[in-house]
Structure formats: C-alpha cells, structure tokens
C-alpha cells in the first residue's frame, strides 16, 4: 500500500511575508484534492489536522466518495478547542498529549508521532509555513530514502524548500521541474505514484 505524508497549509496574511505573498490558494485546493483522488484507495494520507487543509480533505473524500479510513489526522490536544467540525467526519483521527503553555514543544511530539507512526513512501508539500520547513526536516531524518514532492507551484513553504534545494550544488533530494510549473496535479501524482496504483 502506498503511504504519504501530507504536509500543508494556507498562508495566512499575519505570518511571515515570504509564506502568503506566493501562496496560490486555489493551487493548494486543487493539489489536495487530487492527491486524496489518486492515493485512495490504492494508499494512505497521513497529516496534521491543519484548520484549513482538513476540510479540503473532508470535501475531497465526501465528493470523490472516498472511504475516509485511508486518511489519518494527527493533532495535538492543546489545538483541541479549535478544532474544525470536519476533523470528527475522520474516523482514523489521532490525539497527541501536549501542554498548552509548551506549544512548540507540543507540535514537536505531535509531529514526531505523526512521521513515526509508520513507514512513508513519499511527503508531499502543499503551500505552507514554518510547519511545513519543520516537518520535511523531521522527514528527512526518519525517512531518508522517502521521495520528496515540494510542489512549488502552490508557492509558499513548498516553493521556497524546492528553490532552496535548486541552488544547492548538491541537493538532498531529486527535483522535477514539474513541481515548480505542472498545475495538471492528478496526472502528475499519477505519474510520480504509477507502480502503486492499480488504476
């Protein structure tokens, strides 16, 4: 089965400049919606229950009719109160213990949890902030034999990670310049995940 690791968000415009002034909102709809298409049912998506990126994927498994087992929310129970009413439509939705006066100590266990919790085959990056830096980070040393997606066209955390790596003489990971200029994101998930897909 083919598991991913979704790391994403919307900018929001209180945040840092770098993040929202190259976020295009509707790419970042568009790339999770065809994510959660093409892996299920043929694989899992694993992520943080991120206020704007859970609805997407509540809306994109209630209209593709996907079964919403394959989909595994992690959050930490500090964020508990502002959770968005789409996070219970989750059956595979996990808590992580944190303390409300540590919260960056809180989303550091939450998210090591998260990108321990199993075996990844890739980490897909969507848009973004920090999270998304801090999480491909952790990643990285956990999985490093993982395929790395930072879709730059979503621009944001994901564009500034794949430019970031471009002007690198040695980059960490592969980079297909498909991420930086393909908003066709079905058949590019298609072609990047196609040995384990069944159709």
Known sequence: ML?????????LS???????ET????????????????????GRIVCGGHTAITPLLAMATKNSKKDVNFISIYQSNIFKPDFPESVYDFIDLTLIDGNPEEREESLKIMRQA???????????L???????????????EFHPNAQ??????????????????????????ELDPRFENDYT???????????????
Do not use: W
Request: glycine content about 4%.
């Open 185 to 199: 994101y079905s058949s590019l998930f298609r072609r990047l995940f196609h040995n384990h897909l069944k159709n």
């Open 148 to 173: 790395i997606i930072p879709l730059a066209s979503t621009g944001a955390a994901s564009r500034i990670v794949y430019e970031s790596e471009k002007n690198k003489l040695n980059p960490r990971f």
């Open 23 to 42: 976020a295009d909102v509707l790419a970042i709809k568009e790339a999770v919606r065809s994510l959660v298409e093409v892996v299920i049912p043929n």
């Open 3 to 11: 598991n991913i690791f979704l790391s994403a968000s919307i900018p």
């Open 14 to 20: 209180n945040r840092k400049k770098c993040f929202y």
């Open 126 to 140: 969507i848009g973004g902030m920090e999270g998304v830096i801090d999480e491909l980070e952790m990643f990285l």
């Open 114 to 124: 998260m990108i321990q919790s199993q075996k990844f085959d890739a980490i897909v």
